[in-house]
Nanobody, 122 residues
Framework: QVQLVESGGGLVQPGDSLRLSCAAS????????MGWFRQAPGKEREFVAT????????VYANSVKGRFTISKDNAKNTVYLQMNSLKPEDTAVYYC???????????????WGQGTQVTVSS
């Protein structure tokens, strides 16, 4: 099992940038693919991005492609989500998760953080 703690959320204006971090502890972090999901009020939790255990493969949801970048630092046991050109529709609680496979489904992930709130509003 991997313990995950997200940070970096906050209130920003449309067009601003924000970087989320997810610190991992427990089992070998470097052997896991890591993903970011988000959940807006009244909506299902949705896939945002994922990165392979070595960091060489990334997959993004169409809604964030070109604006968000996922990265992974195995030496620091941390995964990041750089979010640029933020829009009001990006407002959600963002969760990081760990998986033994490079997946985009919520069911692919066994370990989850507690989430961090991102609010984009003018």
């Amino acid at each position: 099992q991997v313990q995950l703690v997200e940070s970096g959320g906050g209130l920003v204006q449309p067009g601003d940038s924000l970087r989320l971090s997810c610190a991992a502890s427990g089992r070998t972090f470097s052997s896991y693919a890591m993903g970011w999901f988000r959940q807006a009020p009244g909506k299902e939790r949705e896939f945002v991005a994922t990165i392979s255990w070595r960091g060489g493969i990334t997959v993004y949801a169409n809604s964030v492609k070109g604006r968000f970048t996922i990265s992974k630092d195995n030496a620091k046991n941390t995964v990041y989500l750089q979010m640029n050109s933020l829009k009001p529709e990006d407002t959600a609680v963002y969760y990081c998760a760990a998986s033994s496979v490079l997946g985009t489904r919520r069911s692919d992930y066994n370990d989850w953080g507690q989430g961090t709130q991102v609010t984009v509003s003018s």
